[in-house]
């Protein structure tokens, strides 16, 4: 068991990650590696930046979201990324993340005036989405890699990931009735349910049926499982059989915690030969069963919002430890032993933001026995 200081130390670090982080254009992704604007990035840095009281988080927040509405398509697409030389689309969570943003930035600093000013972008990005519903039933279709699991693993048509964010949304904009509908879908529609009530979890994919053939993936998404739970969408009995599951599959271990469960391996169903392409080649490394510390942040929030209040002081005792290993906040840590991930380039690995906002927003919360995500500063 760590010390109480090494928590208290993380926090800290965490900020300092943060103000490196900290741009005239919002808040890029790492220091001094991915530099750019990335809509879930800076969106998760700023749920829990914003919870510091710091002129300059609050003005990167803002920024964050004014680069991306800048940088917004005609059709209302909201960028996955703004960079130096390029503004990169290609990605469905982008523009639901953007969204929650807003809404975020609203509440959190009881501030309409960027709301307001930029309620034709948001109204913009919300038509969009209603354009992925392909199948005309209030559930949102993409295409492979068209969310933060951008290289691997393979998956398309309903997934869990966006179909949460989508019910968010729905939520925050009012629209309760397809809110509802969509979580009815989600959980017990016999052709479009994502809920796995053998396993006690949500399928990460599924899409259409052929007869005996089906299209789904069957491997544990954990950060849709647990935004599922943050986000309302599963009931108590699913909640519990979602921690039940990380629990006994040691998905927590050795720090929280893996991105997906089993690792997906060559000649299985699963594999594409794209994902030789990348870190997640491997098992246990990358997006392929490795340690996402920022995930982990959102663990410790699921665990929160289910009353497991000790449970949740001790994986933020183990976040801290893990973030603190050196270079401090990496991006991803091996699977199996727990240390940081190596990759091609050396300055992508530690510093960073939305592992260190995650760690601010799971320690905040620790301390409130409350999931802080729509809440004001003090």
């Known amino acids: ?37 990335w809509s879930r990035d800076s969106i998760i840095t700023s749920i829990g930046a914003s919870l510091i009281n710091n002129s300059k988080f609050k003005e990167a927040f803002k920024q964050s979201l004014i680069t991306l509405e800048k940088n917004q398509s005609k059709k209302g697409q909201i960028p996955n990324a703004v960079l130096k030389n390029k503004t990169d689309y290609k990605s469905l969570d982008s523009s639901l993340w953007f969204i929650i943003g807003h809404y975020l930035y609203k509440k959190r600093y009881k501030d309409n005036s960027l709301f307001n000013k930029s309620k034709r972008n948001i109204d913009m990005a919300f038509d969009w989405l209603g354009y992925q519903d392909m199948g005309e039933d209030g559930l949102l279709e993409q295409l492979p890699t068209t969310d933060w699991q951008d290289a691997f693993p393979h998956r398309y048509g309903h997934t869990i990931n966006t179909q949460v964010l989508w019910y968010f949304v729905l939520n925050l904009t009012g629209n309760k009735k397809d809110a509802r509908s969509l979580k009815k879908k989600v959980n017990f529609n016999r052709d479009d349910g994502l809920w796995d009530k053998n396993n006690g979890y949500y399928l990460p994919w599924r899409w259409k049926n052929h007869g005996e053939f089906k299209e789904l993936g069957e491997w544990f998404d954990t950060l849709a ?34 991105a997906l469960h089993p ?20 098992p246990n490394h ?3 069963g490795g340690i996402w510390t920022y995930i982990g942040g959102f663990y410790v929030l699921a665990l929160i919002k289910t009353k497991r209040y000790e449970e949740a002081k001790k994986q933020l005792e183990m976040l801290a430890k893990a973030n603190l290993q050196k270079p401090f ?4 840590l091996n699977g199996i032993t727990g240390r940081p991930g190596l990759s091609g380039d050396k300055s992508y690995e530690g510093n960073q933001a939305w592992s260190a906002g995650m760690y601010i927003l799971a320690y905040e919360s620790v301390k409130k026995k409350k999931v802080l995500i729509l809440e004001r500063i003090n």
């Open 286 to 288: 990358y997006l392929n």
């Open 263 to 282: 690792p997906i391996k060559k000649g299985t169903k699963d594999w594409q030969d794209y994902f030789n392409d990348c870190e997640a080649r491997l």
């Open 225 to 258: 499982n647990l935004l599922a739970i943050i986000f309302n969408l599963s009931n108590k009995n699913q909640s519990e059989r979602i921690l039940r599951y990380i629990k006994e599959n040691n998905i927590d271990r050795p720090f929280p915690i893996k």
């Open 329 to 332: 906040f990496s991006e991803w």
């Open 1 to 37: 068991m760590i010390k109480e200081a090494e928590v208290d130390l993380a926090y800290r670090q965490a900020i300092l990650v943060l103000e490196k982080c900290t741009t005239v254009n919002g808040f890029y992704a790492a220091y001094p590696g991915y530099q750019g604007v």
